[in-house]
Nanobody, 117 residues
Framework: QVQLVESGGGSVQVGGSLKVSCAAS????????MGWYRQAPGKEREFIAY???????TYANTVKGRFTISQDNEKKTVYLQMNSLETEDTAIYYC???????????WGQGTQVTVSS
């Protein structure tokens, strides 16, 4: 069974940086791409960033220029480097992986990121 395990969340002050990671494990024969979403209290889950198998990236306008998504294909891991963090970035961050047959989307369990002033 394929699983996604996130790590690296925590608390940071405004202007600080955090890096979250998400590792996929299990039988994976096709990785179409991986990404990140977040959900703040009282708000809907929103797209943050995506990286394709070949390394093409897409970002939400709210994080463009501050966040960087990257991957290690050998380790089946995706990273999200978050710089210049703002209080509005406080949320649970979820990773996604589009894997195997039909590039089916799998979701991680989420990791909390809290930015305080």
């Amino acid at each position: 069974q394929v699983q996604l395990v996130e790590s690296g969340g925590g608390s940071v002050q405004v202007g600080g940086s955090l890096k979250v990671s998400c590792a996929a494990s299990g039988y994976i024969y096709q990785n179409c791409g991986m990404g990140w979403y977040r959900q703040a209290p009282g708000k809907e889950r929103e797209f943050i960033a995506y990286i394709s198998r070949l390394g093409a990236t897409t970002y939400a306008n709210t994080v463009k220029g501050r966040f960087t998504i990257s991957q290690d294909n050998e380790k089946k891991t995706v990273y999200l480097q978050m710089n210049s963090l703002e209080t509005e970035d406080t949320a649970i961050y979820y990773c996604t992986a589009d894997l195997n047959l039909n590039c089916a989307r799998l979701w991680g369990q989420g990791t909390q990121v809290t930015v305080s002033s």
